[in-house]
């Protein structure tokens, strides 16, 4: 593998999309950032299927992941990470709207590594994305295969 790998952003509105690869890239990360739309492309991307069939054989080094989401909600792509054995050990956080404790608690049940709500205030947004970007591409350390 090589040592920078891809963020996979997993989220549906397009203002909170740019807004977190916005983030990122004022992060001055040098790592790829992937953007999806919802739960099933995410596990296209994860399991190389249809336009990410071709894509590099490696894991992100995170999936940032919002809960609500059509075809296939977060919760359901953490569970079927977390049941997959080539997936489990990829770092997931949550990056969510939603401050519910049952959506909380369900998170964390499923294996979540981190469950951040999505602040309000665009500098805190900011803020807290580019942290998440640098502690899980930068300094977060992985198993080997």
Not at 35 to 42: I, L, N, P, R, S
Request: charged residues 30%; negative net charge; hydrophobic residues 45%.
């Amino acid at each position: 593998m090589s040592m920078i790998r891809t963020i996979l952003l997993a989220e549906d509105s397009p203002a909170d999309a740019e807004m977190a690869i916005d983030a990122l890239r004022d992060a001055h990360l040098a790592n790829q950032v992937v953007h999806v739309e919802d739960g099933v492309e995410a596990m296209d991307y994860l399991l190389r299927r249809g336009r990410w069939a071709d894509r590099k054989d490696e894991d992100p080094a995170v999936l940032l992941l919002d809960i609500k989401m059509p075809r296939m909600d977060g919760l359901e792509v953490l569970r079927t990470m977390r049941e997959n054995e080539s997936l489990r050990r990829i770092p997931v956080v949550m990056l969510t709207s939603s401050a519910e404790e049952s959506d909380l608690a369900r998170s964390w049940d499923l294996g979540v590594n981190a469950y951040v709500v999505k602040p309000v205030d665009i500098d805190q947004f900011f803020a807290a994305v580019k942290t998440l970007g640098q502690f899980w591409a930068v300094y977060n350390e992985v198993p080997a295969e």
